[in-house]
């Protein structure tokens, strides 16, 4: 079964602290994995996806295939980056369906 | 970048009427278009997948006689909640793929059934 797995509803940190939202996924392929982000009032967005190996807004993401899992870490968390992240999977043979987690919620503390 | 719209943002209905909500892809052709649906601090939920020319394909569970799906141009998708009812009343939202299987999202729509 496809799934994706963010165990944490609410994350909150304070201004400057490290910021690590945990995803893990389950699937029998090669998935390819992402990130997106909501702000308040906005639409989703992509933030980064694993194949580009890009760091973003301070963001980086690395894949671990043998814990299956997808975290997302910046090392120093800053206000603006307040927002829902959504951790989202798109298997080999979905013709571009994502799976998306449950999403988590990043609280970024003066 | 791509830009995908929704219309309307937010509509407000009988129960018993039917609703359509348009998805376009403004500055790009998308040859698939996705339908979600997202309930109050809740994850996305996939409803169908829209392709041009084609019949949509739906989830398990998500009924294709109330949640009508037409793509009837590389740029239009539309969504049509038939004999809406109040526990139809949420937030969707459509995303298009671009060439490089990048998926945009529109803005969402709220919709509440009363």
């Known amino acids: 079964a496809q799934r994706v797995t963010q165990p944490e509803k609410l994350l909150s940190v304070f201004k400057g602290a490290p910021v690590e939202l945990k995803c893990n996924y389950s699937y029998s392929g090669s998935p390819e994995l992402f990130w997106y982000v909501q702000y308040s009032r906005q639409r989703l967005q992509l933030l980064l996806r694993?194949?580009s190996r890009e760091s973003i807004k301070g963001f980086t993401a690395d894949l671990n295939k043998g814990e299956t899992s997808f975290h997302l870490k910046k090392p120093f968390a800053q206000e603006e980056d307040s927002a829902m992240y959504y951790c989202a999977l798109h298997g080999s043979s979905n013709t571009g369906k994502l799976i998306f987690g449950q999403g988590t919620t990043l609280q970024v503390k003066p | 970048g791509a830009v995908v719209s929704q219309h309307p943002s937010r509509v407000i209905c009988k129960s018993g009427t039917s609703v359509k909500i348009e998805c376009r892809s403004l500055?790009?052709?998308?040859?698939?278009m996705f339908w979600y649906r997202q309930f109050p601090k809740q994850s996305l939920m996939l409803m169908a997948t829209s392709n041009e020319g084609s019949k949509a394909t739906y989830e398990q569970g998500v009924e294709k006689d109330k949640f009508l799906i037409n793509h009837a141009s590389l740029t239009l998708s539309t969504l049509t909640v038939t004999s809406a009812h109040p526990e139809d009343s949420s937030f969707y939202i459509c995303s298009a793929i671009t060439g490089s299987e990048t998926q945009y999202f529109g803005p969402g729509t709220r919709l509440l059934v009363l």
């Open positions: 694993h194949i």
């Open positions: 500055d790009f052709q998308a040859t698939t």
